[in-house]
């Protein structure tokens, strides 16, 4: 496992809003760049296929993501463990979140403040990619992530995909 | 990659065009050895054209990278000055010329230099950052050139070298190696290397173009480096620098040598020194580099010392494009788009609009099937996925470059033959009728006898096992001598253990054994979760020890100090032997490197075959011949020979290893197991060739007994710490 991305970031939604979506998987399916299908699993587990670019490829994989270590509504950490499809190998993303209630440094109404970590591990083909490749990936998938959720939380409409 | 570019820019524009190739694949010549950089000309000549391509390819590339859909990562560089006077020059005259041109560039000073780059030297005193520069995957942006034109439309022609050109006031006529002719409105010279030679066919001597030879070090492992790093430039070039690499690695060199003969992209060991000794200066880190690979690519150095675009001078109909030297990436879009303007104002033609054009994306299916190359876990898939390109890939080299396989550590030796039964069956060849790289670059031939047919690979699951609720006791990846000897060993005290074995003939003879690869290893509560690829399904098993028995393979030519090019016919043991058993022959007349027991037996099945076999003792100083195999020197002495056969140095096969982080990226780092056969991870031991790897078959069967023994007490003993938590 290693750490490929640590940020944090200002969301236009209070803590509870935020914790609101990442347990609604209509929700997710909408703000997780290249959500084809998600579907909830149990009371803190999803299911579906992701498509992620890589540049010059798109992968398509099977994702079981779980939602752990739950402080409502300060801390959580989301787990996607993945299978691509036409590649032999696996990928476990870790993001453990932190949310902090915070005035908007733009002067707006309050926020949250997330705190975030993005753990990669990835075995078989996909790590045969190289990591800076990947890295590449993940930081525009998180960058695309983290504005879809803030569109979602401020109510705009048609995420980036 | 100027012809593709101009191909794609052509197209763009409305302008059918067709793109006429003399290999048998796109970017054969320069465009598959250089630096793989895409530069922003931050030190290039103001007042030049190259200069000009530069600037203006800067602003093209945001869009067409995207467009083009490439691998490429904007990683930056890093100029580094080791004395006082590097960095006044740094500072008076290249952060200066760098202004000119409107590269954005920062001075650092030594502290900020080593906050920003702690691998690079102690003495560097200072450096220029220049955030602009980026790295590329240039195979792949030749290709997605062409693909994107294809797609609108274009067509191209490989394996079609041209023998004569005539220029007349209305049209321009290409004939053929084999009679054919082409007639055009408009043809464009970008014939690189041999640029000059087309254009004399027309009666165009205006220029030359002289090849200038740069050798190059590749390198699995990175020691960090994730910009590019490059000294002071001198009047041959930008020097000798280390950069990224797209897909991982690190890319040592160039030289830069002129010469004369423009099919020399020989290497030779005393320029590999010399690459590292100067990449040391600015990474002391490489000096500890295996490298996996040396290749050499050639520059296109015109005789007038710049750029050459313009119409030629045996009539308009004929538009050079040549003298594009060691920038040839970087300005590709630039030079396009110029001829292309170029020529419409020549022709008269209208200026279309661009159209926006993308190559066909690369979707894979969702089933893989079985890991074809073991070195990066790459599956049929994805070869299939590769035979699949527009373009029609026919020969080895070309799957290489499009898929992946046989670029790893065993450089296809391992998997060669596997890859060349789906590309044959793909183009509906024989397996004896694919080449490598160029037309008479042949693989093998023909044998004397009929393989046994092969059954449909199948995986062997034994029963129950995708529904197991209960871990496997032990898993043991490799089913060889070390692995059955653990098997034997762990099966003595009722151990429930599963071997998982790649290779059909082996996982067939012991039964239970799961015909599988192992991708990947994970410890998850306590336990290893161990990811097999089957040829129908991904399939997770769980274990309470794991052991590696994966065994070693020959070390190849491109690990070795062996001068000399890279023709089709230099292979290892592995490699011969599975061909040998496919009842294939590795060639008529072999040199075989090695001694001992599989060295006998293997030669003894050459000479079954029919091959006239040569044996050596010791590693062959030289090879020549291109793009077959045609001597070996040996001792001082050229013997002649089509083949050339390693048997005499083995290496650890410990690739899935590395996402543990239990050896690095060197080729053939051995698993680091302690004398009872445990490796640092709880739970995990190795047995056999992958710990120590010369040892024979009866010292590997012997180890595989002892660790299983260890292993299977271990598992009596309790749990280990981790699992008693």
Same mark, same amino acid.
């Given at each position: 496992?290693?750490?490929?991305?640590?940020?944090?970031?200002?969301?236009?939604?209070?803590?509870?809003?935020?914790?609101?979506?990442?347990?609604?998987?209509?929700?997710?399916?909408?703000?997780?760049?290249?959500?084809?299908?998600?579907?909830?699993?149990?009371?803190?587990?999803?299911?579906?296929?992701?498509?992620?670019?890589?540049?010059?490829?798109?992968?398509?994989?099977?994702?079981?993501?779980?939602?752990?270590?739950?402080?409502?509504?300060?801390?959580?950490?989301?787990?996607?463990?993945?299978?691509?499809?036409?590649?032999?190998?696996?990928?476990?993303?870790?993001?453990?979140?932190?949310?902090?209630?915070?005035?908007?440094?733009?002067?707006?109404?309050?926020?949250?403040?997330?705190?975030?970590?993005?753990?990669?591990?990835?075995?078989?083909?996909?790590?045969?990619?190289?990591?800076?490749?990947?890295?590449?990936?993940?930081?525009?998938?998180?960058?695309?992530?983290?504005?879809?959720?803030?569109?979602?939380?401020?109510?705009?409409?048609?995420?980036?995909? | 990659?100027?012809?593709?570019?101009?191909?794609?820019?052509?197209?763009?524009?409305?302008?059918?065009?067709?793109?006429? /190739? &003399?290999?048998? @694949?796109?970017?054969?010549? !320069?465009?598959?050895?250089?630096? %793989?950089? =895409?530069?922003? +000309?931050? $030190?290039?000549?103001?007042?030049?054209?190259?200069?000009?391509?530069?600037?203006?390819?800067?602003?093209?590339?945001?869009?067409?990278?995207?467009?083009?859909?490439?691998?490429?990562?904007?990683?930056?560089?890093?100029?580094?000055?080791?004395?006082?006077?590097?960095?006044?020059?740094?500072?008076?005259?290249?952060?200066?010329?760098?202004?000119?041109?409107?590269?954005?560039?920062?001075?650092?000073?030594?502290?900020?230099?080593?906050?920003?780059?702690?691998?690079?030297?102690?003495?560097?005193?200072?450096?220029?950052?220049?955030?602009? /520069? &980026?790295?590329? @995957?240039?195979?792949?942006? !030749?290709?997605?050139?062409?693909? %994107?034109? =294809?797609?609108? +439309?274009? $067509?191209?022609?490989?394996?079609?070298?041209?023998?004569?050109?005539?220029?007349?006031?209305?049209?321009?006529?290409?004939?053929?190696?084999?009679?054919?002719?082409?007639?055009?409105?408009?043809?464009?010279?970008?014939?690189?290397?041999?640029?000059?030679?087309?254009?004399?066919?027309?009666?165009?001597?205006?220029?030359?173009?002289?090849?200038?030879?740069?050798?190059?070090?590749?390198?699995?492992?990175?020691?960090?480096?994730?910009?590019?790093?490059?000294?002071?430039?001198?009047?041959?070039?930008?020097?000798?620098?280390?950069?990224?690499?797209?897909?991982?690695?690190?890319?040592?060199?160039?030289?830069?040598?002129?010469?004369?003969?423009?099919?020399?992209?020989?290497?030779?060991?005393?320029?590999?020194?010399?690459?590292?000794?100067?990449?040391?200066?600015?990474?002391?880190?490489?000096?500890?580099?295996?490298?996996?690979?040396?290749?050499?690519?050639?520059?296109?150095?015109?005789?007038?010392?710049?750029?050459?675009?313009?119409?030629?001078?045996?009539?308009?109909?004929?538009?050079?494009?040549?003298?594009?030297?060691?920038?040839?990436?970087?300005?590709?879009?630039?030079?396009?788009?110029?001829?292309?303007?170029?020529?419409?104002?020549?022709?008269?033609?209208?200026?279309?609009?661009?159209?926006?054009?993308?190559?066909?994306?690369?979707?894979?299916?969702?089933?893989?099937?079985?890991?074809?190359?073991?070195?990066?876990?790459?599956?049929?898939?994805?070869?299939?996925?590769?035979?699949?390109?527009?373009?029609?890939?026919?020969?080895?080299?070309?799957?290489?470059?499009?898929?992946?396989?046989?670029?790893?550590?065993?450089?296809?030796?391992?998997?060669?033959?596997?890859?060349?039964?789906?590309?044959?069956?793909?183009?509906?060849?024989?397996?004896?009728?694919?080449?490598?790289?160029?037309?008479?670059?042949?693989?093998?031939?023909?044998?004397?006898?009929?393989?046994?047919?092969?059954?449909?690979?199948?995986?062997?699951?034994?029963?129950?096992?995708?529904?197991?609720?209960?871990?496997?006791?032990?898993?043991?990846?490799?089913?060889?001598?070390?692995?059955?000897?653990?098997?034997?060993?762990?099966?003595?005290?009722?151990?429930?253990?599963?071997?998982?074995?790649?290779?059909?003939?082996?996982?067939?003879?012991?039964?239970?054994?799961?015909?599988?690869?192992?991708?990947?290893?994970?410890?998850?509560?306590?336990?290893?979760?161990?990811?097999?690829?089957?040829?129908?399904?991904?399939?997770?098993?769980?274990?309470?020890?794991?052991?590696?028995?994966?065994?070693?393979?020959?070390?190849?030519?491109?690990?070795?100090?062996?001068?000399?090019?890279?023709?089709?016919?230099?292979?290892?043991?592995?490699?011969?032997?599975?061909?040998?058993?496919?009842?294939?022959?590795?060639?008529?007349?072999?040199?075989?490197?090695?001694?001992?027991?599989?060295?006998?037996?293997?030669?003894?099945?050459?000479?079954?075959?029919?091959?006239?076999?040569?044996?050596?003792?010791?590693?062959?100083?030289?090879?020549?011949?291109?793009?077959?195999?045609?001597?070996?020197?040996?001792?001082?002495?050229?013997?002649?020979?089509?083949?050339?056969?390693?048997?005499?140095?083995?290496?650890?096969?410990?690739?899935?290893?590395?996402?543990?982080?239990?050896?690095?990226?060197?080729?053939?780092?051995?698993?680091?197991?302690?004398?009872?056969?445990?490796?640092?991870?709880?739970?995990?031991?190795?047995?056999?060739?992958?710990?120590?790897?010369?040892?024979?078959?009866?010292?590997?069967?012997?180890?595989?007994?002892?660790?299983?023994?260890?292993?299977?007490?271990?598992?009596?003993?309790?749990?280990?710490?981790?699992?008693?938590?």
């Amino acid at each position: 496992m290693s750490e490929l991305l640590r940020d944090q970031v200002f969301l236009h939604g209070s803590r509870s809003a935020v914790w609101a979506l990442v347990h609604d998987p209509q929700a997710l399916q909408r703000v997780l760049p290249g959500a084809e299908r998600i579907e909830s699993t149990g009371p803190a587990t999803f299911r579906g296929v992701l498509a992620a670019r890589i540049q010059f490829l798109t992968v398509r994989a099977d994702v079981e993501a779980t939602l752990e270590d739950a402080d409502p509504p300060r801390h959580i950490v989301l787990r996607f463990k993945g299978r691509p499809h036409g590649l032999a190998g696996s990928f476990v993303v870790v993001v453990p979140f932190d949310l902090e209630a915070v005035d908007d440094p733009a002067g707006g109404a309050g926020g949250t403040m997330a705190s975030y970590v993005v753990d990669l591990t990835v075995t078989g083909r996909i790590a045969s990619f190289g990591a800076p490749l990947l890295q590449d990936t993940l930081r525009r998938v998180i960058a695309t992530l983290v504005a879809n959720v803030d569109a979602e939380l401020r109510g705009a409409s048609a995420p980036m995909s | 990659m100027i012809g593709c570019a101009v191909l794609f820019e052509l197209t763009r524009r409305g302008v059918p065009a067709v793109l006429v /190739e &003399a290999a048998p @694949d796109l970017g054969e010549g !320069t465009s598959k050895a250089n630096s %793989a950089i =895409i530069h922003t +000309g931050f $030190d290039s000549k103001p007042g030049s054209v190259e200069s000009a391509m530069l600037r203006r390819a800067a602003t093209l590339w945001p869009d067409l990278l995207e467009t083009l859909a490439v691998p490429w990562l904007p990683v930056g560089a890093l100029m580094i000055a080791r004395t006082d006077e590097e960095a006044d020059r740094l500072g008076t005259v290249i952060a200066v010329n760098a202004a000119q041109l409107g590269v954005e560039t920062q001075l650092l000073d030594r502290a900020a230099t080593r906050d920003l780059a702690p691998y690079l030297t102690e003495e560097a005193v200072a450096s220029l950052s220049i955030p602009g /520069e &980026a790295i590329v @995957d240039p195979f792949w942006l !030749t290709r997605a050139f062409a693909e %994107a034109a =294809i797609a609108g +439309g274009a $067509d191209v022609l490989l394996g079609a070298p041209v023998t004569g050109l005539s220029v007349g006031p209305e049209e321009a006529t290409i004939t053929f190696a084999d009679g054919t002719s082409l007639v055009a409105e408009q043809v464009i010279d970008a014939a690189g290397l041999r640029a000059d030679e087309l254009a004399h066919m027309a009666g165009d001597t205006s220029f030359s173009i002289s090849p200038r030879k740069g050798q190059f070090l590749i390198s699995e492992e990175t020691f960090g480096v994730d910009r590019i790093v490059l000294p002071i430039p001198g009047p041959m070039g930008k020097g000798m620098l280390v950069t990224p690499i797209v897909f991982g690695g690190l890319l040592l060199g160039p030289t830069a040598v002129d010469g004369t003969d423009k099919d020399d992209r020989s290497t030779d060991p005393v320029e590999a020194d010399r690459i590292l000794a100067a990449c040391q200066t600015l990474v002391p880190a490489v000096g500890a580099m295996g490298p996996i690979r040396q290749f050499a690519g050639l520059r296109h150095v015109s005789s007038t010392g710049d750029f050459i675009l313009r119409p030629s001078t045996a009539g308009d109909r004929l538009y050079v494009a040549a003298g594009i030297r060691s920038t040839g990436i970087s300005t590709s879009p630039a030079v396009a788009e110029r001829v292309v303007d170029d020529v419409l104002s020549l022709r008269g033609w209208v200026r279309a609009p661009r159209k926006a054009l993308s190559p066909p994306d690369h979707e894979l299916p969702e089933a893989a099937g079985e890991v074809v190359c073991l070195c990066r876990s790459i599956s049929r898939a994805e070869i299939l996925a590769a035979c699949a390109h527009i373009t029609k890939p026919r020969t080895l080299d070309a799957i290489k470059r499009r898929g992946g396989a046989t670029f790893g550590d065993c450089q296809g030796n391992l998997c060669a033959l596997d890859v060349a039964r789906i590309v044959a069956a793909a183009r509906d060849l024989p397996l004896a009728a694919l080449e490598k790289h160029q037309a008479g670059s042949w693989l093998w031939l023909a044998g004397v006898t009929t393989p046994a047919p092969r059954s449909a690979r199948a995986a062997v699951q034994p029963l129950g096992l995708a529904s197991e609720d209960q871990p496997w006791d032990v898993v043991i990846v490799g089913g060889g001598e070390a692995g059955r000897g653990v098997a034997s060993a762990t099966g003595e005290t009722a151990t429930r253990s599963l071997v998982v074995e790649r290779r059909p003939d082996r996982a067939r003879r012991l039964p239970g054994t799961l015909e599988a690869t192992v991708v990947g290893l994970a410890r998850e509560e306590g336990e290893w979760l161990v990811l097999a690829q089957t040829a129908l399904s991904t399939v997770e098993l769980r274990a309470r020890r794991v052991v590696i028995a994966s065994g070693n393979y020959v070390e190849p030519r491109e690990h070795r100090a062996i001068a000399g090019p890279r023709p089709a016919g230099i292979m290892t043991a592995d490699l011969a032997e599975s061909l040998l058993a496919e009842g294939l022959r590795p060639g008529r007349r072999a040199v075989l490197v090695g001694q001992g027991r599989r060295a006998a037996y293997l030669r003894q099945r050459l000479e079954s075959a029919g091959l006239v076999v040569i044996g050596a003792s010791s590693e062959p100083e030289a090879v020549r011949g291109e793009p077959r195999l045609d001597a070996v020197r040996l001792g001082g002495k050229w013997v002649t020979a089509d083949s050339l056969i390693l048997v005499d140095r083995v290496r650890s096969q410990t690739f899935l290893l590395r996402s543990l982080d239990l050896v690095d990226g060197r080729p053939g780092v051995p698993a680091p197991a302690d004398t009872d056969g445990r490796l640092p991870i709880v739970g995990l031991w190795a047995a056999g060739c992958c710990v120590v790897p010369s040892i024979d078959h009866d010292g590997c069967a012997a180890m595989g007994r002892e660790v299983g023994a260890r292993v299977a007490r271990s598992l009596t003993e309790g749990p280990p710490p981790e699992e008693a938590q």
